[in-house]
C-alpha cells in the first residue's frame, strides 16, 4: 500500500501541479459560518492557526498545497463529491508542539462525524480519506499526528513529538474536530465514527483502548497494532532474506515463482478451484516441490535447498529463544513479498534509529536479539495497541469492525488473529460475547489493505479505507460502484449496526474485471464470514457469485 501510494503520488506530481483548481472561495454559509479563515478561526480553540479555508463545488479538484503537505505521501488532487467547505488548521499539543488536520465539512451533511486514519508512520493528513467520507455526508477530519515526513526522525530525541504519534494527535483531533461540526452547523453530531487501515488500523483500536467514548463505530483494517514487535518483524524478514547476492536469497523472479506454487498446491485444498486460497492456516504446502539441486541448468524456474529454508522461516513463526515473537506471513501471501523481503525495510531501520534511538549510525547489519526487548520496555509514544480489556468500549455500546487479508504481505495476519484471540481471552471471563460488539473478517486473497494478485483475482472491495483510491483514476470513484448498501460496504453496514442494530453477519466483497474502471463489470463476489466462520460453496451455482456461498463455523 505505501509503496503503491509513494508511486501514484508521483504519476500524480505533474498533473497536479498543472491541474490547481482552487475552491470557489468563501461564499456557502452554514449555520451562520462563512468557510473562510477568520470565520473557521473561532471554531478552533486558542492557539490554533487556520492555514488556508475555501468552499468548493461538488466535482471541483482539491489539490492540498504541497507548503502544508510536504510529507503526505497521499496528497494529489482530489474530486469534491459533494459541495463543501475545506480546512486546514495546526492545532497545539501539550510541550508546545503542534499538528495539522485536514477537515472536509460538507454542505449537506448528513448529521454524523467521521475520522479517517493514517498510514506507515502517519505524517500527513489523509486526504483521500477525508474526501471519500464526505461522498457519505461525513463532516470529516484526519491528523498528520504532528510531523511532516514519511520516515521516522522527527522521532529522535523527542518524547512529546511520539506521544504525538502515538495517541494524542488522533485523540485531540476527534476532540476538536467533533466540536467545531457542532459549532459550524450549530447541530449536535447524532453519530460518530472512525475508518482506518494499516497504521490507521492501529490507530482504531488504540481509540478503542484509550479513549472509547470517542467514536460509536471503528472499522480497523489490517492493523498495525503491535507496533514495538511488527516494526522490527518488518526489518527480520527482510534481513532473514539478504545479502541479495547469498545463495538463500529469494529473487522477485523466484518469489513469482513461489506465488504460483502456493496457489497450484493450496487452491485446490479447500475444495473449489478458483485459483484462491480461501483458509490459508488449512493449507499444506510443500515449498520442496520447486527444489532443485545445484546442477541445475536454468536456476530461475527453480528454488536450492538454502532459499527453500528462507521460505519455511518465511512462513513460520518469529521465535528467539524458544518465545513468541511475531507470527508468520501467511500462504497466498507471496506474490508481493518483494515489497518486504527484498532487503531490511526502511520502517524497520528507522524505527530502530529514531524511535528506540539508537541513532542515524544503525544499521541492519547491527541487529541483535535484545532489541526486542529494548522495544518493548520503551514502547516508543506508547503507540502499541495491546490493552485487550475493551469492556469499557463494550459497555458503553460501541461496535468494532476488524479486517485483515490472509494474503497480506506487508502485516502479517495472523498479529489480527493474534489479537482478536487476546481479546476474548480478556473478555470472555466478564461474560462478554464478542460478536455483541466486535467482529472480525478474514479477507481471502486481499493483500494489504485494498487489492489482490492477477494470480488470484479474489475479491477485495468492501469500501475499507483507501479502498476507492483503486478505482478509477481521479478519486472520484466511491464506495463499491454499483453496490453502495449495506451488505457491499462496511461504512454502511456499520452504520445499519450502530443506528438500528442491525449486526453484520457477513459482508460482500467485491472483484471488477478492472478494478481501474469498474464500469466494465464484475468479476467476482463472494461473501466475507465472521471469524471463525469462513465461506464455503453451497455445491450449486456459480462460483462466482456470493449467493453460492455461505457462512459456516468450523
Ligand atoms: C503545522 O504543523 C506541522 C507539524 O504537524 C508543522 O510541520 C508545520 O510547520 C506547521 N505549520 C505552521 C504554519 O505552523
Ligand atoms: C554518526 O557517527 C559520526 C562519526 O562517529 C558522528 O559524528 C555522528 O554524530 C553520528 N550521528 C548520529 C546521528 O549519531
Ligand atoms: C498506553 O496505552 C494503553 C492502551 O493501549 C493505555 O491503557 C495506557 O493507559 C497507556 N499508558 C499511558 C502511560 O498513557
Ligand atoms: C435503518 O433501517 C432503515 C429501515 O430498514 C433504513 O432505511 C436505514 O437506511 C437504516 N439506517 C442506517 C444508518 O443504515
Not at 212 to 224: L, R, S, T, Y
Request: hydrophobic share 35%; aromatic share 12%.
Amino acid at each position: 500500500m505505501l509503496i503503491l501510494d509513494l508511486l501514484q503520488t508521483i504519476l500524480l506530481w505533474k498533473a497536479e501541479l498543472e491541474n490547481y483548481l482552487p475552491g470557489t472561495g468563501p461564499g456557502s454559509s452554514v449555520g451562520g459560518y462563512q468557510c473562510s479563515p477568520d470565520s473557521i478561526k473561532t471554531l478552533l480553540p486558542a492557539g490554533s492557526k487556520v492555514l488556508y479555508a475555501s468552499h468548493y463545488q461538488a466535482d471541483a479538484t482539491f489539490t492540498p498545497p504541497k507548503e502544508h503537505n510536504a510529507g503526505a505521501f497521499r496528497a494529489s488532487s482530489f474530486v469534491l463529491p459533494r459541495s463543501a467547505c475545506v480546512f486546514q488548521a495546526n492545532l497545539t499539543l501539550p510541550g508546545d508542539t503542534q499538528h495539522s488536520v485536514g477537515v472536509v465539512l460538507p454542505d449537506d451533511w448528513n448529521g454524523r462525524f467521521m475520522t479517517a486514519g493514517n498510514g506507515g508512520f502517519s505524517g500527513s493528513v489523509s486526504w483521500g480519506s477525508v474526501v471519500d467520507a464526505a461522498w457519505y455526508g461525513f463532516a470529516a477530519i484526519s491528523t498528520n499526528t504532528g510531523h511532516e515526513s514519511s520516515g521516522a526522525e522527527w522521532a529522535y530525541q523527542n518524547e512529546e513529538a511520539l506521544k504525538n504519534w502515538g495517541y494524542r494527535a488522533m485523540h485531540n483531533a476527534v476532540v476538536n474536530g467533533k466540536s467545531l461540526t457542532e459549532n459550524y452547523y450549530g447541530k449536535d453530531i447524532s453519530y460518530s465514527y472512525y475508518r482506518g487501515c494499516s497504521a490507521g488500523g492501529k490507530q482504531g483500536l488504540k481509540e478503542v483502548e484509550m479513549f472509547p467514548n470517542d467514536f460509536d463505530g471503528v472499522i480497523a483494517g489490517a492493523p498495525a497494532w503491535w507496533t514495538t514487535r511488527l516494526q522490527l518483524w518488518n526489518m527480520i524478514v527482510g534481513i532473514w532474506n539478504s545479502p541479495a547476492d547469498s545463495p538463500h536469497h529469494l529473487s522477485n523472479e523466484h518469489l513469482g515463482l513461489l506465488a504460483q506454487e502456493v496457489i497450484r498446491q493450496c487452491d485446490p485444498q479447500d475444495g473449489v478451484k478458483d485459483n484462491m486460497v480461501m483458509d490459508p492456516s488449512a493449507c499444506d504446502f510443500r515449498p520442496e516441490e520447486l527444489m532443485c539441486g545445484d546442477d541445475a541448468t536454468d536456476k530461475s524456474t527453480c528454488l536450492n535447498p538454502q532459499q527453500v529454508k528462507t521460505v519455511h522461516k518465511l512462513h513460520s513463526d518469529w521465535v528467539e529463544d524458544g518465545k513468541f515473537i511475531f507470527p508468520h506471513l501467511t500462504m497466498s501471501s507471496e506474490y508481493d513479498w518483494r515489497g518486504l523481503v527484498a532487503a531490511p525495510a526502511n520502517l524497520g531501520t528507522d524505527y530502530v534509529k529514531w524511535m528506540l534511538q539508537l541513532g542515524g549510525n544503525w544499521t541492519w547489519e547491527d541487529w541483535n536479539a535484545d532489541l526486542i526487548k529494548l522495544s518493548d520496555e520503551l514502547n516508543p509514544g506508547n503507540a502499541t495497541a495491546d490493552n485487550y480489556d475493551l469492556s469499557p468500549f463494550y459497555n458503553k455500546g460501541g461496535k468494532l469492525i476488524h479486517y485483515h487479508g490472509w494474503s497480506d504481505w506487508s502485516i502479517a495476519t495472523g498479529s489480527s488473529i493474534y489479537f482478536y484471540d487476546q481479546v476474548t481471552a480478556a473478555l470472555q471471563p466478564k461474560g462478554i460475547d464478542l460478536d455483541d460488539f466486535y467482529r472480525f473478517f478474514l479477507v481471502p486473497g486481499m493483500g494489504h489493505c485494498a487489492g489482490t494478485s492477477d494470480l488470484m483475482n479474489a475479491p477485495w472491495a468492501f469500501a475499507g479505507d483507501g479502498q476507492s483510491s483503486r478505482f478509477g483514476k481521479d478519486g472520484s470513484v466511491h464506495s463499491v460502484p454499483g453496490y453502495e448498501d449495506a451488505r457491499h460496504d462496511v461504512v454502511l453496514a456499520m452504520m445499519n449496526w450502530v443506528e438500528n442494530g442491525t449486526s453484520p453477519d457477513e459482508l460482500i466483497a467485491t472483484k471488477f474485471v478492472n478494478d481501474r474502471d469498474p464500469q466494465q463489470g464484475v468479476y467476482r463476489q463472494r461473501p466475507l464470514c465472521v471469524h471463525p466462520a469462513q465461506a464455503q460453496y453451497k455445491g450449486t451455482g456459480d462460483i462466482n457469485a456470493a449467493d453460492s456461498w455461505e457462512c459456516k463455523k468450523p
